[in-house]
């Protein structure tokens, strides 16, 4: 898809367009560009080649991912020292009008800009995986200005106020750094919002989307914080209120349904993981101090109090019985037996 994004190169240096324009180029630098300057902001993406540039009398080596933003007047060019490697980069042009009109909706949209303005420095670093969250904001753009989709103008419109709010946002954290403080607030109300939303969909890329972070993030302050993964914390959080419905009498079908089990079987995998301890081969214990119910298939279920459960296979034991059970009726994937707790005698 990648090829077909691409653009022929030329070495116009002014825009036919008012607000932006957007370039993916992929091919050997045969066409040198003297040095210039525009009358609108250029950010440059460095993606591969034997390449420095030239900025108001300094040259800058430039490797994978850099980022460089040229502000209107200054003098610049690209430098190619030699064409056995394919010279690689996007080239994204915004007009000052329009970089002004983002800024009356949010100061936020015109940090960096300001920041190069005041501070003449114009190449930023990323690591791989910040780059490759502004490579995916850029494909992105590109492939729905070549689209014909409806809604194409609304779309670019919102691709294009993204990727310059995302740009802001990369280079802020870069120069303010979060502290410890703000990454304990940023890890308490994610669990907040996690034990608040059980019943929904739940993934890295929704938490990443809701609290404007990277997943790579959050997977790294959870696994700083808890030890556990995003997704390993989810699970025991929702079997912890699936253990806490059944036992508040909630039929399993609708337990398993309502924290996001897709069938009985994914749910019975996860109980069994995460409640139940291995005892030797295929035999594990459960443990409870309240009434539960487990249904094991739909002709094994049993429901006992302060009792504790002997799985083999896909049968249901009660230990401290001699083997004995109560008799119980199963109707389908889940039933309820109630009797009174003298009932069972150990």
């Keep these: ?28 630098a045969s066409e040198k560009v003297s040095i210039h300057s525009h009358d609108y902001y250029e950010f440059y993406f460095f993606l591969e080649g034997d390449v420095s ?26 430098m190619v020292h030699g064409n056995e490697i394919p010279y690689r980069r996007f080239v994204f042009w915004i007009s000052v009008e329009y970089c002004n009109q983002l800024m009356e909706v949010s100061s936020s949209y015109g940090y960096l800009m300001q920041n190069v303005l005041v501070k003449k420095k114009y190449i930023f670093h990323n690591d791989l995986i910040t780059f490759n969250t502004i490579q995916y904001r850029i494909f992105q753009l590109i492939e729905e200005i070549k689209s014909e989709r409806f809604g194409k103008e609304a779309k670019v419109s919102l691709c294009v106020n993204d990727l310059v709010l995302q740009l802001n946002r990369i280079v802020y954290e870069q120069q303010n750094p979060k502290s410890e403080k703000e990454e304990q607030n940023l890890y308490q ?25 990277s997943k790579y993030h959050i997977s790294h302050i959870f696994k700083e914080q808890m030890g556990l993964s995003v997704h390993q914390y989810i699970l025991k959080k929702r079997m912890q209120a699936s253990k806490a419905a059944i036992l508040g009498e909630t039929s399993i079908t609708d337990v398993y349904t309502m924290f996001g089990f897709k069938d009985y079987s994914s749910f019975y995998r996860a109980f069994k993981k995460e409640l139940c301890k291995k005892v030797d081969g295929n035999r594990y214990l459960l443990s409870e101090e309240e009434t539960a119910i487990m249904c094991i298939s739909n002709e094994q279920c049993r429901h006992v109090r302060n009792s504790i459960w002997l ?36």
């Excluded at 109300?189 to 972070?213: P, T």
């Excluded at 083999?312 to 009797?339: I, N, Q």
């Design 311 to 346: 799985f083999t296979g896909r049968m249901l034991f009660l230990a401290g019985m001699g083997g004995r059970m109560p008799d119980v009726h199963c109707g389908g994937e889940a039933c309820r037996s109630k009797f009174p707790r003298e009932e069972i005698h150990r």
């Design 1 to 28: 898809m990648a090829k077909n994004l691409q653009t022929k190169f030329s070495t116009r240096q002014y825009m036919l367009s008012r607000d932006f324009e957007i370039y993916y180029y992929n091919e050997p």
């Design 53 to 78: 540039i030239w900025i108001e009398g300094e040259q800058y080596p430039l490797k994978y991912g850099d980022m460089v933003l040229i502000p209107p007047g200054i003098k610049h060019m690209a």
């Design 189 to 213: 109300n994610i669990i907040y919002y996690i034990d608040d939303h059980l019943d929904e969909e739940l993934s890295l890329e929704q938490l990443a989307g809701q609290f404007f972070v």
